[in-house]
């Protein structure tokens, strides 16, 4: 399967040049063959340019990032991806930015990355992010693909576990899970332990996918057909085992260290921002606060969804902090049930103060990745948004199996 070209990416950015970013966004999008597209723009139309936009920026950086965002959307900037950024330190900017993300969803196809940048981002940390935002423009055939072919297999070589499936004519018939060590020999073992449940052996398979943190090592290791980012091969995952490829959803996937949130339309995603500057929105903090308490990782769920997350006040927003207050809360005399509910709660709060504030959330919202398995997250997670939290089978799998899926492309080809 051949993918295309140079993407064209619409850079919608404001102060980037001065925190000294800017060269990493270009070093990025060099690194996965795009380019950064600047949107020409009628200067004179800057100072009304609030009114399409429901906004009277004060800034005349954030009415120019208006503008491009205009641009994209009348077609006068030919792009096949918009990627729109803000230093993280401006309230104003945060606003404009949602504001003009919002804008350029409703009005055109083109996929959306929004990101809020400090000086120390780097062309390293923005490699994810534009990286799923170019392989949706490339392979949107593929993306759109709903059913698993012949007999492949996929693994996910994650931040601290790594997973592994074999598929065979849309089913799971072996899979493996162990914690990440050595990337390499934690893949080989995850592998083995798919292929023995399988009942297959490794030239049997006929295409391979692999994703997450050691995707390009595992690859190229197991000579792969697709290495491919997680954003793209997690929503993937989710929409296919939660059966819901048709319409919208949204997708939020909490990783051991880091966290997703992925707005889906028939499959393919459109918006989507990942989080990963603190790990107290991750399944990290959850592990800590297990420990803690005495009880396994695989025990906390069954506590919290017993307590009452009210009773204990929480850092949302460092997972240092966040143990400090479990700790402070604990030598009060707070119940281990209580803490547990407090610690899922904070986890997901920051998820909806931060994450989901840049994605329009539309059901049904399903949530996936290691730590939808602690009942207390789906539950803290559908009391506070109010709405019905879907959790698929083999949710923690959904890396694994979005690569098996899509490595099916390669089959036919």
């Known amino acids: 399967m051949k993918d295309e070209g140079v993407v064209k990416v619409a850079l ?11 060269g990493e ?12 597209v600047y949107p020409e723009i009628d ?7 609030g009114k399409d936009f429901g906004i009277e920026a004060a800034s005349p950086d954030l009415r120019l990032m208006m503008a491009r965002a205009k641009a994209v959307v009348e077609g006068i900037a030919d792009v ?7 230093c993280f330190r401006c309230a104003e900017a945060a606003i404009v930015r949602n504001e003009v993300r919002r804008y350029i969803h409703r009005y055109s196809d083109i996929p959306v990355i929004s990101y809020s940048f400090t000086e120390r981002t780097t062309a390293a940390t923005l490699m994810t992010r534009m990286e799923a935002l170019t392989t949706i423009a490339r392979r949107r055939h593929l993306l759109a693909r709903e059913n698993q072919s012949g007999l492949t297999a996929g693994i996910d070589s994650g931040s601290t576990t790594t997973k592994a499936v074999i598929m065979k004519d849309d089913e799971i018939i072996g899979s493996g899970w162990v914690p990440t060590i050595k990337v390499i020999e934690s893949a080989t073992e995850a592998f083995d332990q798919a292929l023995e449940e399988a009942g297959v052996k490794r030239e049997d398979i006929q295409a391979m996918g692999t994703t997450g943190y050691g995707r390009f090592l595992v690859g190229e290791h197991f000579n792969a057909q697709l290495i491919q980012e997680e954003i793209t091969v997690n929503s993937k995952g989710a929409v296919y085992l939660a059966d819901k490829q048709k319409g919208s959803a949204t997708v939020i996937d909490i990783g051991g260290m880091d966290n997703k949130a992925i707005s889906v339309e028939d499959g393919i995603p459109g918006m989507f921002t990942m989080g990963g500057i603190c790990a107290g929105a991750s399944g990290r903090f959850l592990d800590m606060t297990a420990k803690r308490l005495g009880v396994d990782i695989t025990e906390l769920g069954a ?7 009210q009773n204990v006040s929480m850092n949302s927003y460092c997972i240092v902090f966040g143990i400090q207050s479990l700790v402070n809360s604990l030598a009060k005399g707070a119940s281990p049930e209580d803490v547990a509910a407090a610690a899922c709660y904070s986890v997901v709060e920051q998820i909806f103060e ?13 949530l996936v990745g290691g730590s939808s398995l602690i009942e207390g997250v789906p539950k803290a997670l559908g009391d506070l948004l109010k709405v019905e939290v879907l ?23």
Not at 25 to 36: D, F, I, Q
Not at 80 to 86: E, L, P, Y
């Open 12 to 22: 919608v950015s404001c102060g980037s040049e001065y925190a000294g970013v800017h």
């Open 25 to 36: 966004l270009e070093s990025v999008a060099e690194s996965v063959n795009a380019k950064l």
């Open 43 to 49: 200067v004179a139309s800057l100072d009304n340019m």
């Open 80 to 86: 096949d991806g918009v990627f729109i950024t803000s």
């Open 303 to 309: 506590l919290a969804v017993k307590g009452m997350q």
């Open 354 to 366: 931060q994450q989901l504030q840049e994605v329009d959330v539309k059901e049904p919202l399903i």
């Open 391 to 413: 959790v698929p089978p083999n949710s923690h799998l959904i890396g694994a199996v979005g690569s098996a899926l899509l490595a099916s492309g390669y089959v036919e080809d």
